[in-house]
């Protein structure tokens, strides 16, 4: 008897890898336990670190084959992937992505894949997750000189979130077969920090044109208070994590922010001397530790560039065939009438002596990255290091407590596993979601409110709101509004996110695990994960 299951796949970001989703995994484990087919989690590990400075096609080549070959084992050897050793094949039925920063790009580029190869016909698509990701492409408007620096040290990749590379591949990962496939997932999520994020900012990760938090953010009074307007019932969960209570989801309510007035506006001058002079503070701190780590970070920066410069050059496209067989399962015959037509561009080919060379000199230095040195290997130091200094941020949160103190931080990534399976439970989620450090307690629930109430959030048109209405439109060119067009011709369920943190980008996904990050960044992926469920609740109620 072959069982059937749901797909998760977890894409990370920029000089990211697959740990940096360990916590979303661990949620979506503990929170979507309704659904009738087996839950499988896969984050996938082909493309860390500087292998992200490849470019979008490249990366998603690796993690497309990557997610086919445990499609594949899966149902040809179920036992050495399955924790309960069942025999019986296990055929993904259903899959969804989430793809953080970077990874929410190169996640449509592995769909439209999908959708070029007829999977789609097969594999039901559910769920399409996006956290911090920038869609619209990046451009600093102020630090032009970011562009030109963006474009000649991060390799391919830097030059295609620029949009200065000749295929301009971000326009046309917004057209064809990857917005043809994007459309057919039944649910699209959409995450974006509006403030303290530097890599990626709120406009782009949001798919819109102006960006009032930037242009406004000391004259605005923001609302995260969202009611239902039936009742005046609140829609957001409230948690207890790691000993804080009344944790809420930082969604702010675009609708009911607005404008402080003049005597708002002279009380927070008084309270801004404070705030600037501990962030004065934090920059000094700053300032000491970061020319230790330049020299590290602009070397495995060069030399990430300069490897990642010879495998494009050195690219081939993955033999059709070969793919084929990876997914023979899945209708052999609906994949063969598909796979001959709208080939996605590639690069030059060149003999495989050469690519091996590549590889060599690429696990070498990945090699060298993983000495170990103090708690720390070289390569989570070097990676966090460099994130750090492309950031320009520090993760510094309001929520350090003497209980937090004690709290055990060591952090097990499992990095060596990529795929988990995991047995649903036919009961329900229990108020008590982590047994375990760090402990997370669900005090309201509301999730059931939240998802009646899920219109709120669906396709906001952005004009009919004060704040945007008084903020000018953000001066993109044909490409970005292309992008900005074809995206939201589809429809998302868009949530605007604030964690007053100075890393925000990194609390959004909770990038260093449950144990060490902000409550409030691990209360917006509960919620997210909770609303998965309840939304597979009620796709059964309607069979």
């Keep these: 008897m072959v069982e059937t299951a749901h797909l998760f796949v977890l894409v990370h970001g920029l000089w990211g890898g697959a740990g940096h989703l360990k916590a979303v995994e661990d949620i979506i484990t503990k929170s979507i336990v309704d659904s009738d087919e087996k839950i499988l989690i896969i984050r996938p590990k082909t493309s860390g670190l500087v292998k992200t400075y490849d470019g979008v096609e490249i990366i998603g080549q690796r993690m497309l084959i990557e997610i086919l070959n445990e499609i594949n084992r899966l149902y040809e050897s179920p036992s050495e992937n399955n924790e309960e050793l069942q025999q019986e094949p296990i055929m993904v039925k259903k899959i969804s992505f989430l793809g953080y920063s970077l990874g929410g790009i190169v996640s449509r580029y592995i769909i439209g894949e999908f959708e070029r190869l007829g999977l789609f016909k097969t594999i039901k698509p559910m769920y399409f997750t996006s956290i911090a990701s920038p869609h619209v492409g990046v451009w600093f408007y102020k630090q032009k000189v970011m562009n030109i620096l963006g474009s000649n040290v991060l390799g391919l990749i830097g030059k295609e979130l620029l949009i200065t590379d000749k295929r301009q591949f971000l326009v046309k990962l917004s057209e064809g077969d990857y917005l043809k496939g994007l459309k057919k997932f039944e649910k699209r999520f959409l995450f974006a920090n509006v403030r303290h994020d530097r890599s990626v900012s709120y406009y782009t990760a949001y798919i819109t044109d102006s960006n009032p938090f930037d242009e406004h953010w000391d004259k605005l009074k923001i609302s995260y208070e969202h009611k239902d307007l039936n009742d005046n019932e609140d829609l957001l969960s409230t948690y207890e994590i790691k000993n804080i209570k009344h944790i ?198 509301k999730t059931k409110k939240l998802f009646e109430n899920l219109s709120n959030f669906k396709n906001p048109s952005v004009n009919q709101f004060k704040i945007f209405n008084q903020t000018s439109k953000l001066p993109l060119d044909h490409n970005r509004k292309t992008i900005l067009q074809n995206l939201n011709s589809l429809d998302w369920y868009k949530f605007a996110v604030c964690i007053d943190v100075i890393n925000a980008h990194d609390n959004i996904i909770c990038r260093k695990g449950l144990q060490r990050s902000n409550p409030k960044g691990i209360s917006n992926i509960l919620m997210w994960a909770q609303l998965i469920n309840e939304d597979i609740k009620e796709n059964k109620k309607r069979r």
């Design 248 to 445: 809420k989801p930082s969604i702010i309510n675009i609708a009911k922010t607005d404008f402080k007035s003049l005597d708002e506006l002279k009380k927070d001058s008084k309270i801004s001397i404070v705030k600037t002079l501990k962030f004065t503070g934090i920059i000094l701190a700053f300032s000491m530790i970061l020319p230790m780590w330049i020299p590290v970070v602009l070397t495995a920066t060069a030399i990430g560039t300069g490897i990642s410069y010879v495998i494009v050059k050195t690219f081939k496209r993955p033999d059709e065939s070969e793919l084929k067989k990876l997914v023979s399962h899945l209708t052999q015959e609906v994949i063969e009438e598909n796979i001959s037509h709208n080939a996605a561009p590639h690069g030059d080919d060149e003999d495989d002596e050469h690519r091996d060379e590549v590889e060599i000199i690429e696990e070498e230095f990945e090699d060298e990255l993983k000495e170990s040195n103090g708690n720390l290997g070289l390569r989570e130091r070097v990676e966090e290091a460099t994130e750090t200094f492309l950031e320009t941020a520090i993760n510094i949160s309001q929520y350090e407590t003497k209980q937090d103190n004690k709290l055990d931080i060591s952090d097990e990534d499992d990095d060596d596993e990529s795929l988990s399976v995991k047995k649903n439970s036919s009961n329900p989620p229990s108020p008590q979601i982590f047994s375990e450090k760090p402990n997370i307690k669900i005090i309201k629930d």
